[in-house]
């Protein structure tokens, strides 16, 4: 929003008369001295992390088709020293909006004390003014890198004042520049960000002294948490019931957890290489993932007695029952089961 833009729009709605961009100016300025005072949000070394994405998206050529496909613009924003991060991936869902957080941390080189989203659906499953319900998958994102997320209030824009001129800023400086370029591919159009982001970082800037660069290598760096040694990876996790057969579902495949546990709610974390299940914090069962939709993986031990029992007699197993009882039996009992 400009104050060109509401002129612009106020001259279409009093086309009979309507003062100049000049004196609207002034009328603006004046107007403004009236209203309530705004107080200044001064920001701790290190504190904060504003995260969002731009309105804006970037176009992506298939190259084979002739295709575009839209890519989201994620923008991080430090709050003491305003250095910046931006990163474009294929949507918001949820495993693009967590792993750019990984990849700005690795960025930055160490961790905030809070990190400040929006309410997006990604990163809250239920807004609310004070206390929010963070999505479980993010919540785990944060214990991993020992930080706290707290999400902006609704309808409270100065929470989030920080990120949203972050958000213009590479709108303005990086997406314009780019808008009239052709990309092939995700990375591609990452490694030209990359490229004006330094260059965004190291302009000096008007209202403060030095460079986003330079204030946060001088304020905001030394205060960060360190990184965690064992690197970060996407994990899943989401509340799952137990069915009557002791399956639980994960991303549509079936996992077995001790049949003692039938109709209790559990909570899974699903990596790319396993699946854990907890029941009131205590790990119950964990299985390599499985990417076989509608199929089952299910361990013996996890099977009532009678089940596994009933498990043991297999075909082959009638067959050597039958053989004990002379060569008649045991091509009888084959015939029934062939039948």
């Known amino acids: 929003m400009t104050l060109l833009l509401l002129w612009q729009?106020?001259?279409e709605r009093h086309e009979e008369g309507f003062y100049s961009y000049t004196h609207f100016c002034r009328q603006y300025k004046a107007w403004l001295k009236c209203q309530k005072p705004s107080m200044r949000q001064n920001h701790k070394a290190g504190?904060?992390?504003f995260v969002d994405y731009c309105g804006p998206t970037m176009n992506i050529v298939d190259a084979s088709t002739g295709e575009y496909r839209t890519a989201q613009v994620f923008v991080a924003v430090m709050g003491a020293s305003n250095y910046t991060y931006a990163e474009a991936t294929y949507s918001q869902k949820l495993e693009d909006w967590v792993m750019s957080h990984a990849r700005c941390f690795e960025f930055l080189g160490g961790v905030p004390e809070l990190v400040i989203p929006d309410n997006l659906k990604s990163a809250v499953t239920k807004p609310c003014r004070y206390e929010p319900d963070l999505n479980p998958t993010y919540q785990q994102l944060a214990t991993h890198y020992n930080t706290v997320i707290v999400p902006a209030r609704p309808y409270k824009p100065k929470d989030k004042a920080k990120a949203e001129v972050g958000v213009q800023i590479v709108e303005r400086w990086i997406m314009a520049r780019l808008r009239n370029e052709s990309f092939f591919?995700?990375?591609q159009l990452n490694l030209k960000i990359q490229k004006l982001l330094v260059d965004l970082n190291q302009r000096k800037m008007k209202k403060h002294p030095g460079s986003r660069l330079s204030q946060f290598e001088s304020i905001d760096k030394?205060?960060?948490k360190p990184l965690p040694t064992q690197a970060y990876s996407y994990t899943l996790v989401?509340?799952?019931s137990v069915h009557i057969d002791y399956?639980?579902?994960v991303e549509k495949h079936y996992y077995s957890v001790p049949h003692t546990l039938i109709k209790q709610k559990l909570e899974a974390h699903a990596t790319g290489q396993l699946v854990t299940l907890y029941h009131q914090g205590v790990q119950v069962a964990v299985h390599p993932r499985s990417h076989r939709e509608g199929a089952h993986t299910t361990l013996d031990l996890h099977m009532p007695i009678a089940h596994q029992k009933q498990q043991q007699?297999?075909?082959?197993r009638f067959e050597r029952w039958a053989?004990?009882?002379g060569g008649s039996t045991e091509q009888f009992v084959m015939q029934l089961m062939q039948d």
């Open 9 to 11: 729009e106020y001259k």
């Open 47 to 49: 504190e904060k992390l």
């Open 185 to 187: 591919s995700l990375r």
């Open 222 to 224: 030394p205060a960060l």
């Open 238 to 240: 989401k509340q799952v």
């Open 247 to 249: 399956h639980v579902e």
């Open 313 to 316: 007699w297999t075909p082959q």
């Open 323 to 325: 053989a004990k009882f």
